[in-house]
C-alpha cells in the first residue's frame, strides 16, 4: 500500500513539471492557499486581457472567480503553446499541462499550480466535465501540427475545440446545461473565432499559420503568398467579403441564446457577440484590406458597446428561458 502511495505521488510530481514554459507559469514549490490561487488567476484575467475582465463585470460576483479560473486555464493554456518557440518543447508542456488537468480530477489533493487549485472548486460545483478542457488542449496541440486549413469545414471544426468548449463552460457556470442552448453558444464562439482568424491573417502568417480555407483562395484566384507578401487584389477583397459575411450569419444564428438565459448572463453574451459583429464590421471599413493593417475595433465603438452593455444590465427585470436542469 506505501509502495502504491508512493508512485502516485512521484507520478504527480512528475506531472507537473513546466520546465521551459514562461517563468510566471512555473508550478510553485509549495501548494498556495484556494484564495491565494484565485487572486493568482484573478490577476492573469484582468491584466492579460481587457475584452475579459470587461465582460466579467457584468456577471453576478459569485460567478466571477469561476470565470477566472476557467479563463486562467485557457490563458496558460494557448500561451504554453503560442509562447514558446520550439515546437517540440510547446508539445511537452501541453502534454504536461493535461496530466495536470487530469490530476485536478483525479487526486486534487496533489495538485501545486494556482491554476489547478483554484480549479478545483469550480469543477465541483459547477459539475464541469474534463472533456471540455481537454478538447481546448486539443486545440492548441493541433496548432502546433496543423498549419494550414483547406476547407471552410476544417476551420468550423478547429473552432470546435478552440472555442466552442469555453461557451459551454460559460453556460454551465451559469446553471444551463441543455444542448439546445449550447447549439447556439457554439454558434456565437465559432463566428467569434473565425471573425479574429480572418482580422490577424497577416499576423498569423509570420507565426507562420494560415486559417484562410484554401478553397476559398481557389475559387477566388487568390495565389499563394499573397498574405505573406501583403498583396492585396479585387480577388483577395471578395474572397474576405464573402469569408465576412458568412461568419456574420453564424453570429446571426447564435443571437437567440440571448433570449434564453438570465439578464446578467444575456449582456455578457450580446457584449462578445457584438464585439465579434463590430471586428467584421472594421474588416469591411477597411474595404476587405486585411492585408494593409489589422483591422480594429475603434474606441468608439468599445464605448458604444460598453454603455449598451451596462444600460443592458441596468434595465434588467427581462424574464427569461427557465433553467434546464
Same mark, same amino acid.
Given at each position: 500500500?506505501?509502495?502504491?502511495?508512493?508512485?502516485?505521488?512521484?507520478?504527480?510530481?512528475?506531472?507537473?513539471?513546466?520546465?521551459?514554459?514562461?517563468?510566471?507559469?512555473?508550478?510553485?514549490?509549495?501548494?498556495?492557499?484556494?484564495?491565494?490561487?484565485?487572486?493568482?488567476?484573478?490577476?492573469?484575467?484582468?491584466?492579460?486581457?481587457?475584452?475579459?475582465? *470587461?465582460?466579467?463585470?457584468?456577471?453576478?460576483?459569485?460567478?466571477?472567480?469561476?470565470?477566472?479560473?476557467?479563463?486562467?486555464?485557457?490563458?496558460?493554456?494557448? &500561451?504554453?503553446?503560442?509562447?514558446?518557440?520550439?515546437?517540440?518543447?510547446?508539445?511537452?508542456?501541453?502534454?504536461?499541462?493535461?496530466?495536470?488537468?487530469?490530476?485536478?480530477?483525479?487526486?486534487?489533493?496533489?495538485?501545486?499550480?494556482? *491554476?489547478?487549485?483554484?480549479?478545483?472548486?469550480?469543477?465541483?460545483?459547477?459539475?464541469?466535465?474534463?472533456?471540455?478542457?481537454? &478538447?481546448?488542449?486539443?486545440?492548441?496541440?493541433?496548432?502546433?501540427?496543423?498549419?494550414?486549413?483547406?476547407?471552410?469545414?476544417?476551420?468550423?471544426?478547429?473552432?470546435?475545440?478552440?472555442?466552442?468548449?469555453?461557451?459551454?463552460?460559460?453556460?454551465?457556470?451559469?446553471?444551463?446545461? +441543455?444542448?439546445?442552448?449550447?447549439?447556439?453558444?457554439?454558434?456565437?464562439?465559432?463566428?467569434?473565432?473565425?471573425?479574429?482568424?480572418?482580422?490577424?491573417?497577416?499576423?498569423?502568417?509570420?507565426?507562420?499559420?494560415?486559417?484562410?480555407?484554401?478553397?476559398?483562395?481557389?475559387?477566388?484566384?487568390?495565389?499563394?503568398?499573397?498574405?505573406?507578401?501583403?498583396?492585396?487584389?479585387?480577388?483577395?477583397?471578395?474572397?474576405?467579403?464573402?469569408?465576412?459575411?458568412?461568419?456574420?450569419?453564424?453570429?446571426?444564428?447564435?443571437?437567440?441564446?440571448?433570449?434564453? *438565459?438570465? +439578464?446578467?448572463?444575456?449582456?455578457?453574451?450580446?457584449?462578445?457577440?457584438?464585439?465579434?459583429?463590430?471586428?467584421?464590421?472594421?474588416?469591411?471599413?477597411?474595404?476587405?484590406?486585411?492585408?494593409?493593417?489589422?483591422? *480594429?475595433?475603434?474606441?468608439?465603438?468599445?464605448?458604444?458597446?460598453?454603455?449598451?452593455?451596462?444600460?443592458?444590465?441596468?434595465?434588467?427585470?427581462?424574464?427569461?428561458?427557465?433553467?434546464?436542469?
Amino acid at each position: 500500500m506505501t509502495g502504491q502511495a508512493e508512485l502516485t505521488q512521484r507520478d504527480a510530481s512528475a506531472s507537473d513539471s513546466l520546465v521551459g514554459a514562461p517563468p510566471e507559469y512555473l508550478t510553485p514549490e509549495e501548494r498556495p492557499t484556494l484564495d491565494e490561487a484565485r487572486a493568482w488567476c484573478h490577476q492573469l484575467a484582468t491584466t492579460h486581457y481587457e475584452n475579459f475582465h *470587461v465582460a466579467t463585470f457584468f456577471l453576478p460576483k459569485r460567478v466571477r472567480p469561476h470565470f477566472e479560473s476557467v479563463y486562467a486555464f485557457c490563458r496558460v493554456s494557448d &500561451d504554453l503553446g503560442d509562447e514558446v518557440a520550439d515546437t517540440n518543447t510547446a508539445l511537452r508542456l501541453l502534454e504536461t499541462w493535461g496530466l495536470m488537468l487530469d490530476e485536478c480530477y483525479d487526486a486534487p489533493a496533489n495538485s501545486r499550480h494556482p *491554476v489547478f487549485v483554484a480549479l478545483r472548486p469550480t469543477i465541483e460545483a459547477c459539475n464541469l466535465p474534463r472533456g471540455l478542457f481537454h &478538447d481546448l488542449l486539443r486545440a492548441f496541440i493541433q496548432d502546433q501540427i496543423k498549419t494550414h486549413y483547406g476547407t471552410w469545414d476544417e476551420a468550423v471544426e478547429y473552432s470546435r475545440y478552440s472555442a466552442n468548449p469555453v461557451g459551454r463552460l460559460v453556460l454551465m457556470i451559469c446553471g444551463y446545461r +441543455d444542448e439546445r442552448r449550447a447549439l447556439l453558444s457554439d454558434k456565437i464562439c465559432t463566428g467569434l473565432q473565425l471573425a479574429n482568424f480572418w482580422q490577424d491573417a497577416v499576423r498569423d502568417s509570420e507565426i507562420p499559420r494560415r486559417y484562410i480555407p484554401a478553397e476559398y483562395m481557389e475559387r477566388f484566384g487568390v495565389a499563394e503568398g499573397q498574405i505573406e507578401g501583403r498583396v492585396f487584389t479585387p480577388e483577395f477583397g471578395a474572397m474576405t467579403r464573402a469569408l465576412v459575411d458568412r461568419t456574420r450569419d453564424m453570429l446571426h444564428e447564435g443571437a437567440p441564446l440571448s433570449h434564453m *438565459v438570465d +439578464d446578467e448572463l444575456r449582456v455578457t453574451i450580446d457584449l462578445f457577440r457584438k464585439g465579434g459583429e463590430a471586428i467584421l464590421d472594421g474588416i469591411a471599413t477597411q474595404d476587405y484590406d486585411v492585408l494593409r493593417g489589422r483591422p *480594429v475595433v475603434t474606441r468608439r465603438k468599445k464605448f458604444m458597446l460598453l454603455l449598451g452593455a451596462l444600460l443592458g444590465k441596468l434595465r434588467g427585470g427581462r424574464p427569461s428561458g427557465a433553467r434546464a436542469a
